[in-house]
């Protein structure tokens, strides 16, 4: 994504709330779908784990 893109969506993220419960929620999802991966033997290098955790 472009950096002034990357900054507008962070803007409209921030202006956004949201609850503990909806924060622990999305965050469970996410920790989820790593867990199956790494159940299928996904495998991925530092840096392409790094860059999904910044995605995030």
Do not use: F, H
């Not at 419960?21 to 290098?45: F, N, Q, R």
């Amino acid at each position: 994504m472009a950096p002034v893109a990357q900054t507008i969506r962070n803007e409209e993220i921030l202006k956004t709330e949201y609850s503990e419960k909806a924060a622990i929620g999305a965050l469970y999802d996410k920790l989820s779908k790593g867990i199956e991966s790494m159940k299928k033997g996904d495998v991925y290098t530092i840096d392409e784990a790094w860059e999904e955790v910044d995605k995030i």
